[in-house]
């Protein structure tokens, strides 16, 4: 082996670990942000009880802007950080929970729904992304459970095949169909959030035409 040969196989090396480090990171990071994501969701009557008893309307304004501006910031940041379910081959090659992909699905479809819809005033829109939230957040706690946290103790038996089962490297076809539908469906949302947007500006911008 000569010198190139050797810095290559050492940066492809580096280049492959520090990419498989980070992507554990995230997966064990992502946890903490799906319980903040529902934590901050469900504190929602907690923060309106709060504002009558702020004496100046410009503090209670500004709890609430705080509020919201730090809960939607909640799940964009979880999103991002689970866009690495849709790719297939990262799927294959880390062990992670399966249905990760499902759940970035509920987090952009939350976003989606927000971007159309007030949802802290309209009563049906709550109600959808909350089901949304929990339904997301199930879809990778439970895997992460039974799945990853369990191979270390259930290697054989029933739960060792639930294990494998949940986990990604170890259940590949499956896991890269899911990514597949994963990525389909955010690709389908993100056109609809596009084509919603564009309207939007377009009928900003002709009104005042309209009004003249």
């Not at 309307?57 to 809960?71: E, G, K, P, S």
């Not at 479809?109 to 997301?136: H, P, Y």
């Not at 169909?177 to 002709?206: E, H, N």
Request: aromatic share 10%; hydrophobic share 55%.
């Amino acid at each position: 082996m000569n010198p190139d040969q050797l810095t290559q196989g050492i940066t492809n090396a580096i280049t492959a670990g520090g990419e498989q480090m980070l992507e554990n990171t995230l997966a064990v990071m992502l946890p903490v942000l799906w319980l903040a994501v529902i934590a901050l969701h469900l504190a929602r009557p907690y923060m309106l009880h709060m504002i009558p008893r702020f004496t100046l309307r410009l503090a209670a304004d500004i709890w609430w802007i705080l509020y919201v501006a730090l809960r939607d910031l909640v799940i964009v940041l979880t999103f991002m950080f689970s866009i690495m379910f849709l790719f297939p081959d990262v799927t294959v090659a880390d062990p992670l929970p399966i249905t990760g992909g499902l759940a970035a699905v509920c987090l952009f479809a939350v976003l989606v729904i927000k971007l159309v819809r007030d949802v802290d005033e309209d009563r049906r829109m709550f109600v959808l992304t909350s089901n949304l939230l929990g339904f997301g957040a199930l879809l990778y706690l439970i895997p992460t459970v039974l799945g990853l946290q369990a191979t270390g103790t259930a290697s054989s038996g029933f739960w060792g095949r639930v294990a494998n089962g949940l986990t990604t490297s170890t259940n590949p076809t499956v896991a890269v169909a899911l990514a597949w539908f994963s990525a389909a469906a955010v690709t389908a949302l993100g056109i609809y959030a596009v084509v919603y947007s564009t309207k939007q500006t377009t009928t900003t911008r002709v009104r005042p035409d309209i009004a003249a």
